[in-house]
């Protein structure tokens, strides 16, 4: 029921240069990624479903954003202000300076912060999902990982939009009414791009984005 989100761009945010789909409600995202090594997605909720508690202060769709335009990452996930945002879960990667990767998870009152290992992993919603829910979705990704090495990006695209047994309630593309998967959006990084696509599963419309990505090596001459 809301408005459809804006196919993705390069936007100037706070003097930078950020690629992100744009929320056609409050005008932020959900998802995005720099030139200069920052990748930022955020999730519904921490660690399970919680009671609303409005007003919320901002929506957080802007905490995206700030993340993205943060001058220092791990500074931003440790001291930004939080208070009267509605719970969410952050995956962010920085590969500025040197790669790391980070989890954020604010539940209303407490945030919590972990750095993640080298490795794939899947996340779900907490406010969508139960545990049951989630439980299956880990299943299902690691039957896949035993089936996928090469992590091709056409792949990946292909179980979030497949990946179930075939009930629509808990499969990956979801359809609960007027609940339901809207859009896949994948980030791909290679030595020359940070692209990003975006399937509009409504109308069945893909789009990309791309700039040119910055190495380390770049990074530290520029």
């Not at 954003?65 to 920085?94: G, M, S």
Request: charged content about 30%; hydrophobic content about 35%.
């Amino acid at each position: 029921m809301r408005k459809p989100a804006l196919m993705p761009e390069v936007y100037d945010v706070a003097g930078k240069h950020i690629m992100f789909p744009k929320d056609g409600e409050a005008g932020g995202t959900w998802i995005g990624a720099t030139p200069y090594g920052r990748v930022v997605c955020l999730m519904n909720g921490a660690f399970v479903r919680h009671e609303r508690e409005l007003p919320y202060r901002m929506s957080r769709g802007q905490v995206v954003l700030d993340a993205l335009t943060a001058d220092n990452l791990e500074d931003f996930l440790q001291n930004y202000f939080l208070e009267k945002i509605e719970p969410f879960t952050i995956v962010a990667f920085d590969w500025e300076n040197e790669f790391q990767r980070w989890e954020l998870r604010w539940d209303g009152k407490q945030r919590h912060i972990k750095a993640l290992p080298h490795e794939p992993q899947i996340w779900s919603s907490s406010t969508l999902y139960d545990d049951e829910m989630h439980d299956k979705r880990k299943k299902w990704f690691a039957e896949w990982l035993s089936e996928n090495t090469d992590y091709q990006v056409n792949r990946i695209r292909n179980f979030h939009k497949t990946a179930g047994d075939g009930n629509p309630i808990t499969d990956l593309r979801t359809e609960r009414g007027f609940l339901r998967t809207v859009s896949v959006t994948t980030i791909e990084k290679s030595d020359l791009t940070v692209k990003m696509t975006y399937e509009d599963l409504r109308t069945e419309t893909t789009d990309t984005a791309e700039f040119p990505a910055f190495t380390l090596e770049k990074v530290a001459l520029r």
